[in-house]
Structures are given as structure tokens and as C-alpha cells.
């Protein structure tokens, strides 16, 4: 009998252990759908302007109402999850994701269009902001977490420019519909595994009350504030459109922190914004992604325009990138990570991106892509892949569990409003200071100088943290056992 018992148990434990692995490719598939999404539509604009009838000005909108609902509805999503249960919010985005895609592909007129890419974004910001919540509930050992943590990462990270590449390929060799209907296998998929092999969380509940002021007033917020700043290049920083939406946004977010302090049952307890961990590494992961979404805005720019690519060709062009940070991802990082701790390897990494932002920038019309463009792209993957792991671990070290989506979430808004602000000012400064080359040249320039701001974050905000102790215990652990 106790043979018997063993054997289930250990049988037990080997198939918890493969659903839980079995579950992070389910989320990462629903994360992979966002990052295609978010890139796979630049390649794609000239095409649908040209069937649609969109105006310069209203072709902007494509990506921008996508960028606002993603943007807007992060922590909403994330503290839902909290209160009635990951997987539900998770597959509920997915479901809608999926539906809205399908809807956006079979668009015949410009306001389908924009509305579907809205959806899309709702769809895409519910799944997002509980994902990174459910890998760190369901590994909660330092050495697993930082595996699942190193294949989320790859995804985030190629997820960008695997769309340039898919993008590209679609929009020449079919038609730019398919672009869209390209997430329906992969949705219906995801929410299949997803419905079985991710485990639900206990919900805090309902029981207390839901804080549906501060959902209008954080969701209204954030929106007001994407929409200034995705418009701000039409308008001008210092117009009144850009000034009074930004204004409001701010007045609105103020309001939102009072109502908080004062609730017994808060969508975000604001104790959440003391864990120095979670804002410090939220704001170097925005000042980090402003370098890199400015590299994949940019250098798609400058491949077509200066360089002449297609758009496949330019996919292929960032292809090293997405490679470098698949080796890293290997293992690699959270090896790396283990021996040194995340906050050195993050340095290492920082530094790493910054020298190849930094070879782009002196790059002429002339470069060739070998060696100096490719050497970059090279070192732009290892930077990344070893920058974004240690990124997650820290931010999530000193979150408790019961807040995991609400942390998740935070972290996911700073980054991605922030990266918008970044990308946005970036090139505002760029091109209304520069012409030609000349404007590509100091867009990388500032883009390094925001990848630097990130290192000195992290130099001087994120110092001892329970990351990098946890991390080491387990590495001496494993040593020893070894």
C-alpha cells in the first residue's frame, strides 16, 4: 500500500508539474497574439490606406486605437483577476481578442475598421494584464519561475519582430485581411488549452464591493492620457488639444488616488505603489522599452525609406535580434542570472543595448548591413535577453500573491503608457529638430540616452531586493544538491 500510494503520489506530481509548464505555452500563445499585433500592422498601413480611402491623419488611428483601449484598461484587468480569478479574465480577453480580429479582417470601410482595432486592444489589455500574474502564482520556486519568466520574455521580446516579419510576408504574398485573421487558429487554440490547463486562482471576491468609481476614473484617466500623447504629434506638445487632454488625465488620476486612500476595498490599494521593487523596475522597463520600440519604429523607417527594403526584407533585417534573444532565453540568462543576480545582469544588459543603440546612431546611408547593422541588431538581442528576465524577477519579487494581477497590471500600464510617451516624444524632438538622416540619426541618440535614464534607475533605485537573494539561495541550493 505505501508502494502504491508513493507511486500515485509521485505520479500526481509529475502530471501537476506538466500542466503547469503545459499552461505557460497556453498564456504565451495568448501574449504571442499581442506582440504580432502590436508590430504586424506598421507593414501593413500603406496597403489598407490605399483599399480604405484613409487619410494620412486618419490612418494614424489604426494604431492608435489599439494603443489607447491596451493602455487604458491594464490595471482594471489585472485587479479583476484578483478579485474573481485569472484564468476568467485571461480567457474572456482571449475570447474577445479572437472575435474582434475576425471582425477587424473582414472590415470594408475605415470606422469598421478603427472599431475592431479598439476591440482588439480591450481583448489584448485583459489577457496582458493578468498573464505575468498567473506564470508567478503557478511558479512560485526562483529557479522555475525564472525558466517560465526567460520563455515569457522571448515571446515579449521576438513577438515584435516576428510581426515586421509576418507582417511582411502576408501583406506582399496574400493580402493585409490575413494579417488579421491569422489570430483566429491561435485564439481558438489558446482558449481551448487555456480552459483546461490553467488553474484558477481563489478570487478574493466581490463580497466587499467592486470600486467601480476608481475603474471609471484610472480607466478614463489613462485613456485621456494615451489619446494626448498618441496625437500629440499631430497637434504639438504645447498646443491646447495636447495640454487639455494630458491636463485632464492628470486631474483624473489625482482624483483616483483620493478616492483610493479612502476606500476600505480599493482597486488599487495604494500600498502597492511603496514596494519600491515594483515601481522602481516598472519604471526602468518603461524607459527601456521607449529605446527599443523606438529601434523597431525607426529602423523599420529608415530600412524601407533609406535602405529600400520591402517589408519582408525589413523583417528579415531584425531577424538576429529576435534569434539572439531566443539563445538567451534558452536558459542562458536565468543561468546567468543565478550566478550574478538580476540586478548585475540587468547592468550588463543595459550597457549592452546602450553600445548598440549607439552604433546605429553613427550609422551612414551608406552602412552596409554587414557587419556594422547586423553587429547591432546582434547585440541589440543578447542586451535584451539578458535585460528583461531580471526586469520581471524584480518586479514581482516583493509582490504578494493575493496582488500578483494588480502588480502585473501596474507594471504593464508604466510600460506601456510610458513607452508610448517615449515613442511619441522621441520622435517629436527627432523630427522637428532634424531633417532627412539626420532625424533617423538623432532618434537612436535619444533613444540610448532613455536606455541610459533606465541603467540609472536601476543603479540607483533598485540596490538589495529579495530577487536577487531568493535567485542565489536557489543557485547555492542546486550546487549543493549537485
Request: hydrophobic share 55%.
Amino acid at each position: 500500500m505505501i508502494i502504491l500510494r508513493s507511486v500515485r503520489l509521485f505520479l500526481e506530481a509529475a502530471m501537476s508539474n506538466l500542466r503547469r509548464w503545459a499552461a505557460l505555452v497556453v498564456v504565451c500563445f495568448g501574449q504571442l497574439m499581442i506582440m504580432l499585433d502590436g508590430t504586424i500592422v506598421n507593414v501593413a498601413l500603406p496597403y489598407i490606406q490605399r483599399d480604405l480611402g484613409f487619410s494620412q491623419a486618419g490612418l494614424t488611428w489604426v494604431v492608435n486605437a489599439y494603443l489607447i483601449a491596451y493602455g487604458s484598461f491594464l490595471l482594471v484587468a489585472g485587479r479583476m483577476g484578483d478579485l474573481i480569478g485569472r484564468r476568467k479574465v485571461f480567457l474572456a480577453g482571449v475570447f474577445l481578442f479572437t472575435v474582434a480580429s475576425v471582425g477587424t479582417g473582414f472590415a470594408t470601410g475605415g470606422q469598421n475598421l478603427i472599431v475592431g482595432r479598439f476591440l482588439q486592444g480591450l481583448g489584448g489589455s485583459l489577457s496582458a494584464g493578468v498573464i505575468i500574474a498567473i506564470i508567478v502564482t503557478e511558479f512560485q520556486k526562483p529557479a522555475e519561475r525564472a525558466q517560465a519568466m526567460s520563455v515569457f520574455t522571448l515571446v515579449i521580446a521576438g513577438g515584435g519582430s516576428l510581426g515586421l516579419l509576418a507582417g511582411g510576408l502576408l501583406t506582399q504574398w496574400m493580402n493585409w485581411h490575413w494579417i488579421f485573421f491569422i489570430n483566429l487558429p491561435i485564439g481558438i487554440l489558446t482558449l481551448l488549452l487555456g480552459a483546461w490547463l490553467i488553474e484558477e486562482n481563489e478570487g478574493l471576491g466581490l463580497s466587499q464591493g467592486v470600486d467601480l468609481a476608481g475603474a471609471v476614473l484610472i480607466t478614463a484617466s489613462l485613456m485621456l492620457g494615451v489619446y494626448g500623447i498618441v496625437t500629440a504629434a499631430d497637434y504639438g506638445w504645447t498646443s491646447a488639444h495636447t495640454l487639455g487632454f494630458t491636463g485632464a488625465a492628470v486631474g483624473l488620476g489625482a482624483l483616483f488616488v483620493l478616492l483610493e486612500s479612502r476606500l476600505r476595498n480599493p482597486l488599487m490599494p495604494l500600498r502597492i505603489v511603496g514596494i519600491r521593487s515594483l515601481t522602481g523596475a516598472s519604471g526602468a522597463r518603461a524607459l527601456l522599452f521607449t529605446g527599443l520600440f523606438t529601434n523597431f519604429f525607426v529602423g523599420a523607417l529608415y530600412l524601407q525609406h533609406v535602405r529600400g527594403y520591402s517589408a519582408f526584407q525589413t523583417g528579415l533585417a531584425f531577424l538576429p535580434t529576435t534569434l539572439m534573444i531566443g539563445v538567451m532565453s534558452s536558459g542562458i540568462a536565468a543561468r546567468l542570472m543565478a550566478r550574478v543576480g538580476p540586478r548585475n545582469l540587468l547592468i550588463a544588459g543595459l550597457a549592452i543595448i546602450i553600445a548598440a543603440l549607439t552604433i546605429l546612431a553613427n550609422a551612414g546611408p551608406g552602412t552596409g548591413y554587414a557587419p556594422e547593422l547586423l553587429a547591432a541588431y546582434v547585440l541589440l538581442g543578447a542586451g535584451a535577453g539578458s535585460s528583461f528576465l531580471p526586469l520581471l524577477t524584480i518586479s514581482m519579487s516583493e509582490v504578494p500573491l493575493k496582488d500578483a494581477g494588480l502588480g502585473s497590471g501596474f507594471g504593464n500600464v508604466v510600460m506601456q503608457v510610458g513607452g508610448a510617451l517615449g515613442l511619441a516624444s522621441v520622435t517629436s524632438i527627432s523630427t522637428s529638430n532634424s531633417q532627412g538622416f539626420a532625424a533617423f540619426q538623432m532618434a537612436y541618440v535619444l533613444a540610448a540616452i532613455c536606455v541610459a535614464a533606465s541603467l540609472i534607475v536601476v543603479v540607483t533605485v533598485l540596490r538589495t531586493h529579495a530577487a536577487q537573494a531568493a535567485v542565489q539561495d536557489q543557485a547555492r541550493a542546486e550546487e549543493a544538491a549537485a
